[in-house]
Nanobody
């Protein structure tokens, strides 16, 4: 069993930055692939960024070059650094831990980009 708790969301102006954190409890964190998803009102949930157990990273085209995912295995935490934020980045951001067949989700944190 893994529990995930996100933090760091808030309101930011366009062009600003935020760093989201996802703290994981439970065993074997280092074996999990970690992902950040987001869901905007009226839209489907989409994967934003992935970091594998080996540290490889992947990004959605819409955030490539602006967002950075990282993990601190000693702290059982994954981060999402978001720079050059745009209004279209507004969404609820959720953390996911995946190690087949197990799949765990956090409760989500709201990010609002508005002037």
């Amino acid at each position: 069993q893994v529990q995930l708790v996100e933090s760091g969301g808030g309101v930011v102006q366009p062009g600003g930055s935020l760093r989201l954190s996802c703290a994981a409890s439970g065993r074997l964190f280092t074996l999990y692939a970690m992902r950040w998803y987001r869901q905007a009102p009226g839209k489907q949930r989409e994967v934003v960024a992935t970091i594998t157990s080996g540290g490889s990273t992947y990004y959605a085209d819409s955030v490539q070059g602006r967002f950075t995912i990282s993990r601190d295995n000693a702290q059982n935490t994954v981060y999402l650094q978001m720079n050059s934020l745009k209004p279209e980045d507004t969404a609820v951001y959720s953390c996911n831990a995946n190690l087949w067949p197990y799949d765990y989700w956090g409760q989500g944190t709201q990010v609002t980009v508005s002037s």
